[in-house]
């Protein structure tokens, strides 16, 4: 299991210390407010420190940490480590506000997620990224589309690397049926699907029109499952819209997609029967 390293990029490392700095906050019983005063800093900013959106210069770490009591030697070395980690420029060629996500892709154990009528990005044929990224800009920079192509296959390196990434995908039926790029290119796509699905480390299913209503409706989301430096996990959902991401903390706001997606893959085809009807599918493409 991969631990926190210089490797893994300022992106995690910003979320990892942010997430210190709360629990340090939390463990001596004060607010964003009482911090926000010992800065002299407004409380969207002491916000922002915590949710990785921004990060503390090394004076402001070392005080917050007296402030909040953290007078461990090995913990206090740790943290200035990851604080180091996240002010260095992130090396990511991706817009600011997915850039957070890459990183913690790239740093991902294990990642769980729903997708209403889109192939993940990970599980793409270069042509799919191609007709998608010229579905949302209809003019696009082709030097645009292919930095995107590359960093796609950058990024899908994960699943068949070392220590490979798990990845359990549940789509819904539109995802497969919905034909990206025209039948030449929507037929390669679901070839790719299946001979990613035959992989150990990734299991592909799909939700059936038939299922009816279900619990996610409407709702495409990821949820990630990082290592934490003391062999722990976290996690954290991610949820994106055309030109922005949200991440989803809060412990019991996670279990509960955690719970909505378990729900799903109970309710989806298993993977023969998903194997089954992405054949029919293909075999309607030609």
């Given at each position: 299991m991969p631990r926190m390293t210089q490797a893994a990029g300022p992106t995690v490392a910003r979320l990892r210390l942010g997430r210190e700095l709360r629990r340090a906050r939390e463990a001596a019983q004060?607010?964003?407010?009482?911090?926000?005063?010992?800065?002299?800093?407004?409380?969207?900013?002491?916000?922002?420190?915590?949710?990785g959106k921004m990060t503390a210069s090394h004076a402001e770490t070392m005080a917050l940490l007296s402030y909040l009591g953290v007078t461990d030697r090995a913990t206090t070395e740790r943290i200035l480590g990851i604080a180091r980690e996240a002010r260095k420029r992130s090396r990511d060629r991706v817009p600011d506000w997915a850039r957070t996500f890459v990183g913690l892709e790239a740093e991902a154990a294990e990642i769980r997620g729903f997708?209403?009528?889109l192939v993940p990005g990970l599980?793409?044929?270069?042509?799919y990224t191609r007709a998608v990224a010229t579905a949302v800009e209809p003019s696009p920079d082709p030097s645009d589309v292919e930095r995107l192509v590359q960093i796609r296959r950058e990024r899908q390196a994960r699943l068949t690397g070392d220590n490979p990434l798990r990845l359990s995908v549940v789509l819904d039926e539109a995802a497969i049926r919905r034909v990206v790029g025209g039948p030449d290119v929507m037929r390669g796509q679901l070839q790719r699907l299946q001979d990613l699905a035959d992989l150990p480390n990734i299991s592909v299913q799909v939700l059936p029109y038939g299922v009816g209503a279900h619990p996610a409706m409407g709702t495409s989301f990821r949820v990630l499952r990082l290592p934490e430096p003391d062999e722990r996990h976290s996690q954290v959902v991610y949820l994106e819209d055309l030109w922005s991401a949200d991440y989803v903390e809060n412990a019991a706001q996670v279990a509960a997609y955690?719970?909505?997606?378990?729900?799903?893959?109970?309710?989806?085809?298993?993977?023969?029967?998903?194997?089954?009807?992405?054949?029919k599918v293909t075999g309607d493409r030609r």
């Open positions: 004060l607010s964003r407010e009482d911090v926000a005063a010992f800065l002299e800093r407004d409380i969207s900013t002491v916000s922002k420190m915590e949710t997708e209403i009528d599980l793409q044929v270069e042509e955690v719970q909505v997606f378990d729900k799903l893959r109970s309710v989806a085809l298993d993977p023969a029967g998903t194997a089954s009807m992405i054949q």
